[in-house]
C-alpha cells in the first residue's frame, strides 16, 4: 500500500517521538510538524483507519508494527540517500537533510535496493545514524554522550544528537567529525564544559551543551 507525503511525514515523526514510550501526544506531533493540534487529530484518524497507528483521544498514539514498517522504510530511504549526497556527490554532511527530507518519500522498493547495492550496503549514514536493513533491522553502536564521559576518558566520534545545519559547521569549524578521536583533559564544574583533544592534536574547550550532542564510542 502507498502512502501519501504527509502520511510518511506523520509516521516518521510519531516513530522517532515515541522513542521507548507507549504514547505519543498531539501536541509533541504538531510541535515536530510546525502544524496544528486538530489538524493532527484528523491525520491521525486517517492513520488509524488503515491500520497505521493505535489512536485513543486523551491518551496518545503509538504506531503498530505495520506502521513502524513504513517508518522504518522512510528513515531507510532518507540515510540511504544522505550517503549517496556526501559519498558520490560530494554534500557536506550539514547540505543533505533538507534533500534527503524530498527524497525520502520516493516509492520505488527497486531504486532503494539498487541504491543500497550501488552504494555498497552502507550501515550508518553521515551522521552516524544506522540506517535500517530492507526487513527493517537496525545495527546499533555503543555509544557514549561526550558529556557523559570522564576525565582521561577517550572515544572515537561515531554520531550526533543534533544534525542542524548550524551544529555541524560548527563541528567542522572545530575540527570534530565522524572517526575523529577524542579525549576529554578536564570538565569545568563552574558550567560543566570539558576541555577536550582531537587528534592528539588540538586542545579546546567545548560547552555541555555541544558534549550533550555527541555520541562516542570506546
Request: net charge negative; aromatic share 8%; charged share 30%.
Amino acid at each position: 500500500m502507498s502512502h501519501s507525503f504527509t502520511e510518511e511525514n506523520y509516521i516518521k515523526a510519531i516513530y522517532k517521538l515515541s522513542n521507548g514510550r507507549d504514547g505519543v501526544n498531539t501536541n509533541a506531533i504538531a510541535d515536530a510538524l510546525e502544524t496544528k493540534a486538530a489538524s493532527v487529530t484528523d491525520m491521525l484518524r486517517k492513520l488509524s483507519a488503515k491500520g497505521l497507528v493505535d489512536y485513543v483521544k486523551y491518551k496518545g498514539v503509538s504506531l503498530t508494527d505495520a506502521g513502524e514498517r513504513v517508518a522504518l522504510q522512510v528513515i531507510r530511504k532518507h540515510r540511504l540517500w544522505e550517503v549517496f549526497l556526501v559519498d558520490k556527490l560530494k554534500f557536506n554532511w550539514d547540505e543533505v537533510h533538507e534533500v534527503a527530507e524530498e527524497l525520502e518519500h520516493v516509492s520505488s522498493e527497486l531504486l532503494t535496493r539498487r541504491l543500497d547495492e550501488f552504494l555498497g550496503y552502507p550501515q550508518f549514514d553521515p551522521h552516524g545514524d544506522p540506517i535500517p536493513s530492507e526487513d527493517g533491522k537496525l545495527k546499533l553502536k555503543p555509544q557514549k554522550l561526550l558529556a557523559e564521559m570522564e576525565v582521561q576518558d577517550s572515544g572515537v566520534v561515531v554520531g550526533v544528537n543534533d544534525s542542524q545545519p548550524l551544529f555541524l559547521q560548527y563541528l567542522d569549524k572545530m575540527g570534530i567529525f565522524l572517526g575523529a578521536k577524542i579525549k576529554v583533559i578536564d570538565k569545568i564544574p563552574y558550567d560543566s564544559s570539558l576541555e577536550i583533544n582531537i587528534e592528539n592534536k588540538k586542545d579546546l574547550v567545548v560547552s555541555s551543551e555541544v558534549a550533550r550532542n555527541i555520541f562516542l564510542s570506546a
